[in-house]
């Protein structure tokens, strides 16, 4: 049996709970379901002070899964709440200078790479990951074509790895494993629905399982 290191594997981005033990129940849910990479935590519209109680408490319960979690775009909570890294969606120059600031000690990833250009200006930076797509722009059931194109252009090319934001079906996951993408990012796939969360990770597990393209070495 293969292990799911040699196939695309889930990324989760934290859902837009503003309550911390809410949150922190529905990312346990979904946790149950099966491996998940890691979890993207955006700050959605909360203040800095709600922001950081939020990230206290789902960033433990995101680590004793066994996922990575990472805090989108605020250091200092990153820092605080001892979380694994960082998703930075600014600017090239910004993610350089987080990357300088907090790598090695935390994963240092980057978005806002709309096309070939900015995602070479991305790369440049030497990020962790490199992520094609918004944290939340899974507005339609498949993965937005373009970010799709992006993340086989890229994963044939260049070595850091990339995720691919997906859409609202679960298996949105396939065209994005089929691209050579290491990571599918799901959203309202998997928490649209909370009692079902774990079940849709498990489902989205099993799909790439059986469908993903493996990994050479």
């Known amino acids: ?73 605020d250091s200092r909570v990153a820092g605080r709440v001892k979380a694994d890294g960082l998703h930075i969606e600014a600017n090239p120059e910004a993610l350089a200078e987080a990357i300088e600031k907090h790598a090695p000690k935390m994963i240092v990833g980057g978005g806002n790479a709309q096309d070939r250009h900015k995602a070479l200006e991305v790369g440049e930076a030497q990020p962790d990951y490199i992520f094609f797509g918004k944290a939340t722009g899974d507005i339609k059931p498949e993965a937005h074509p373009k970010n799709v194109a992006l993340g086989e252009w890229w994963s044939s090319l260049v070595e850091i790895p990339c995720i691919v934001m997906g859409g609202t079906d679960p298996a949105s996951v396939i065209a994005i494993a089929e691209s050579g993408a290491e990571f599918a990012a799901l959203r309202l796939a998997v928490f649209a629905e909370p009692g079902r969360a774990a079940q849709i990770v498990q489902e989205v597990n099993a799909l790439l399982d059986e469908k993903a393209p493996r990994f050479e070495g």
């Open 1 to 73: 049996m293969s292990t799911v290191e040699n196939r695309c594997r889930l990324v989760l981005i934290a859902p837009e709970i503003a309550d911390p033990q809410d949150a922190a129940q529905a990312m346990a849910d979904a946790l149950k379901g099966g491996d998940v990479a890691s979890v993207i935590i955006p700050q959605y519209g909360l203040d800095d002070g709600a922001f950081q109680k939020l990230a206290e408490a789902v960033v433990p319960v995101v680590q004793d899964a066994g996922a990575a979690a990472l805090i989108a775009g």
